[in-house]
Nanobody, 113 residues
């Protein structure tokens, strides 16, 4: 059973930073692509960023230049560094194993104005 666990969410003022983590069970991170999605209040879940097996990344336009995704295969962990946060980034953030039905439980990020 694959498990993903997000952590690092919290309350931050606009302009602040947070770092989210997504830790995978077992040693499966190395061969897999990881997505992050977020669900804003009252809206559908939307894609935010992905990281390939070899560390290439892609970002939604809304976060490009502010968010940075990285991975540490030895720790089975993906890190989402979020800088210059805006109130519109307030959402529950989820990581996902691409191409699978495996999702974490989500971590709440709240950005106050």
């Amino acid at each position: 059973q694959v498990q993903l666990a997000e952590s690092g969410g919290g309350l931050v003022q606009a302009g602040g930073s947070l770092r989210l983590s997504c830790t995978l069970s077992g040693s499966i991170l190395r061969g897999n692509v990881i997505n992050w999605h977020r669900q804003l209040p009252g809206k559908q879940r939307e894609w935010v960023t992905w990281i390939s097996r070899d560390g290439r990344t892609g970002y939604a336009d809304s976060v490009k230049g502010r968010f940075t995704l990285s991975r540490d295969n030895a720790k089975n962990t993906v890190y989402l560094q979020m800088n210059n946060l805006k109130p519109e980034d307030t959402a529950v953030y989820y990581c996902n194993l691409m191409g699978s039905s495996y999702w974490g439980q989500g971590t709440q990020v709240t950005v106050s104005s």
